[in-house]
């Protein structure tokens, strides 16, 4: 889900978030399971509930068919809107990395997946695009040029990404185990990801969404979506670690709350959303 805008922090605030952003969390959350056009009255009418305006949601919806993610078609004076092949793709991905209960968290065969990859301080877009693939694939940068994750399944995921940019011919990348020299495997984990503010942030949507009562059946679907967006944010900072690397981690029980939260909440929302959108 990388076409998405990645956090600047843990913190970002809704209003920092792009439209274009919120809006593939729309499309992921509202209009994916349903695999109909979804006219674009529909999505501005949930745009607006996220707080941003028509003109945001207008261009945001053009970005985002101009990324090839959905396509138009005309039916009399309306705009209809279909997912591409390639949003269906990323919403797959995204929706087992960032809601599936299914990974295990307590098996690993001790094995990291360790990539070197320089980029000069002048190639800033370069930069950023590789940092928020990266990050989306679990890596953690313990020091400048150094990315590691333990979900070495991932390594070709990585390398596309790598080679997307044109960084392979300076790239090198192993897996194995860390060993007797160096840091432990402790401090790697300390220094690659800042836990302690993905745990805040954790807190924070927790005290924000848990025990939440809805007065419409709109605040719910909005409620629904925004917490859906967060968590696939969190996916930037929190790479769902091994236990072993981090016991006791109170992130860990905080995210599985949170998308329980969501899976609760997803019915009556999907309810009012097909009311909104108009499908049978």
């Known amino acids: 889900m990388t076409d998405a805008d990645p956090p600047t922090s843990t913190k970002d605030a809704p209003s920092t978030r792009s439209a274009r952003s919120v809006l593939i969390t729309v499309l992921g959350e509202l209009v994916e399971p349903y695999g109909q056009p979804v006219r674009t009255a529909a999505l501005l009418y949930v745009m607006k509930g996220l707080g941003f305006g028509a003109h945001a949601g207008r261009q ?15 039916d009399g004076r309306e705009t209809l809107w279909t997912l591409t092949d390639k ?13 599936s209960t299914d990974i295990d968290t307590t098996q690993w065969d001790g094995r990291w997946l360790v990539v070197n990859v320089p980029i000069p301080e002048s190639h800033r877009s370069t930069r950023k695009k590789l940092y928020a693939a990266l990050r989306w694939a679990g890596f953690g940068n313990p020091t400048p040029g150094v990315w590691v994750t333990p979900h070495t399944g991932r390594a070709a995921e990585a390398a596309k990404a790598i080679d997307a940019l044109g960084l392979t011919a300076n790239t090198v990348s192993f897996i194995g185990t860390t060993a007797a020299a160096g840091i432990s495997e402790e401090e790697l984990v300390r220094r690659s990801w800042d836990l302690d503010a993905a745990e805040d942030a954790y807190a924070a949507l927790l005290e924000r969404f848990d025990s939440h009562t809805f007065g419409s059946d709109d605040e719910l679907l909005f409620n629904h979506v925004e917490l859906a967006d967060a968590l696939r944010r969190m996916t930037y900072v929190d790479p769902r670690l091994p236990e072993v690397l981090l016991p006791d981690w109170r992130g860990q029980r905080a995210a599985k709350r949170l998308r329980d939260l969501r899976a609760e909440w997803t019915p009556a929302a999907h309810t009012r959303w097909r009311d909104i959108a108009r499908l049978e």
């Open 60 to 74: 945001a919806i053009a970005r985002t068919g101009s990324s090839g993610l959905i396509a138009a078609r005309r």
């Open 87 to 99: 949003a269906h793709r990323l919403f797959t991905e995204g929706d087992v990395r960032v809601f």
